[in-house]
Antibody, heavy 124, light 106 residues
């Protein structure tokens, strides 16, 4: 069965950096794009990044572009989210999620499997 | 960015009720809308993709319809596990965006 396990969340000071990891299993990781989606406490979902199945394309909303970088290692079945210049408004549970369609060459579509999430708190 | 507006933001219902939730896009998105259910403390679960396609393993009491800017999710007979928050998402344009959610309460 598909499993996605995020790690790396912790308390970090404003302006700091953090890298999240997501270990995948139960599917052909190298055939699927991957998303990161976040949810601030008591708030809705916000998509923050997508990477194509082969790592050749990355997509971000304006709110994080230039600060966040998504990457993947298909040999380790792992996707990462490097977050720099963190702000208090980046505080959220960060989920990684698998794109439902394989080998998508655009900005992704609907995520069909999600991890349990990892909490990032940006506070001094 | 395409804004996704859900209504109502919350509703009260009983077991066995038929429930309809609406999602409106700020511009036409063809049939590129997806629906998720999220229970407290859990990750979202994909229910329906591309407006009306049931994700594998999802009960047939869930259905979706619509096109263009107006979409609906219908639960034909509410079950105890359906008391949760329902969220729409558009996958027509970058950036992907989500609706604010509809909380279904007892």
């Amino acid at each position: 069965q598909v499993q996605l396990v995020e790690s790396g969340g912790r308390v970090v000071q404003p302006g700091g950096s953090l890298t999240l990891s997501c270990a995948a299993s139960g599917f052909r990781f190298g055939d699927y794009g991957m998303h990161w989606v976040r949810q601030a406490p008591g708030q809705g979902l916000q998509w923050v990044a997508f990477i194509r199945y082969d790592g050749t394309g990355e997509y971000y909303p304006d709110s994080v572009r230039g600060r966040f970088t998504i990457s993947r290692d298909n040999s380790r079945n792992t996707v990462y989210l490097q977050m720099n210049s963190l702000r208090p408004e980046d505080t959220a549970v960060y989920y990684c999620a698998k794109n439902r369609l394989g080998r998508v060459i655009t900005f992704g579509s609907e995520p069909d499997y999600w991890g349990q999430g990892t909490l990032v708190t940006v506070s001094s | 960015d395409i804004q996704m507006t859900q209504s109502p933001s919350s509703l009260s219902a009983s077991i066995g009720d038929r429930v309809t939730i609406t999602c409106r896009a700020s511009q036409s998105i063809s049939n590129y809308v997806n629906w998720f259910r999220q229970k407290p403390g859990e990750a979202p679960k994909l229910l329906i993709y591309s407006t009306s396609n049931l994700q594998s393993g999802v009960p047939s009491r869930f259905s979706g319809s619509g096109s263009g800017t107006d979409f609906t999710l219908t639960i034909s007979s509410l079950q105890p596990e359906d008391f949760a928050t329902y969220i729409c998402q558009q996958s027509h344009s970058n950036p992907l965006t989500f609706g604010g959610g509809t909380k279904v309460e007892i």
